[in-house]
C-alpha cells in the first residue's frame, strides 16, 4: 500500500507530495476521533484506511472551497 504512495500520478493528481501527506494525517486523525470510514476496514489500521480511501478517491482535496491552490493552476 505505501508502495502505491511513490507514484508520480497520485502525487501529481494532489499537488506534491506535502498536499498528499496532509490529506491522508488529516483523515487519520478523523478516523481516530471516530469518524466513519468510507471503505471496508478488512482488518487495515487507521492508517491504512486513509491511505486506501485517498488510493481510491474516496477523499480528495476541495480546492474550490479552500484556499489550496489547484495542481493545474500551481503550474502557471
Known amino acids: 500500500m505505501l508502495e502505491a504512495l511513490k507514484s508520480d500520478e497520485i502525487v501529481d493528481k494532489l499537488g506534491g507530495r506535502f498536499k498528499l501527506t496532509a490529506l491522508i494525517q488529516r ?3 478523523e478516523l481516530l476521533d471516530g469518524a466513519r470510514p468510507l471503505i ?6 487507521d492508517l491504512e484506511l486513509a491511505i486506501e480511501e485517498v488510493l481510491q478517491e474516496k477523499i480528495t482535496i476541495d480546492f ?3 484556499d489550496v491552490t489547484p495542481p493545474e493552476k500551481a503550474l502557471k
Open 40 to 45: 471496508e476496514r478488512e482488518g487495515r489500521s
Open 64 to 66: 474550490d472551497s479552500s
Open 27 to 29: 483523515r487519520w486523525a
